[in-house]
């Protein structure tokens, strides 16, 4: 079984920053990409960023060019993405999930983190 738990988030000045992480665990399981997407209550879940493994290419929304990086972690590590926000703006308040995409078993398939919320008020 797959299981992808998040951490991070919650509230932030604007200006500020914060970071978020998720690790996906599980065996028999390969990880194709894993990525950021947000969603608030009156607008659809939208890509913020993601990541692939091989050949390792990065992808950014117009709206968090230049504020937002992600990354992966290495060795131990290589199963926790990071989401490093700065220069945050109430526009940026949103639940946050991660996803992975990868191969279980023979089978490809997106799986996703519970969900953090982000809020950026001051």
């Known amino acids: 079984q797959v299981q992808v738990v998040q951490s991070g988030g919650g509230l932030a000045q604007p200006g500020g920053s914060l970071t978020l992480s998720c690790t996906v665990s599980g065996s028999h399981f390969s990880i194709d990409g894993m990525g950021w997407y947000r969603q608030d209550p009156e607008k659809e879940r939208e890509l913020v960023a993601s990541?692939?493994?091989?050949?390792?290419?990065?992808?950014?929304a117009d709206f968090v060019k230049g504020r937002f990086t992600i990354s992966r972690g290495r060795g131990s590590d290589k199963n926790t993405v990071y989401l490093q926000m700065n220069s945050l703006s109430s526009e940026d308040t949103a639940v946050y999930y991660c996803?992975?995409?990868?191969?279980?078993?023979?089978?490809?398939?997106?799986?996703w983190g519970q969900g953090t919320h982000v809020t950026v008020s001051s």
């Open positions: 996803n992975v995409h990868g191969l279980y078993y023979s089978d490809y398939a997106d799986y």
């Open positions: 990541i692939s493994s091989i050949p390792t290419r990065i992808k950014y």
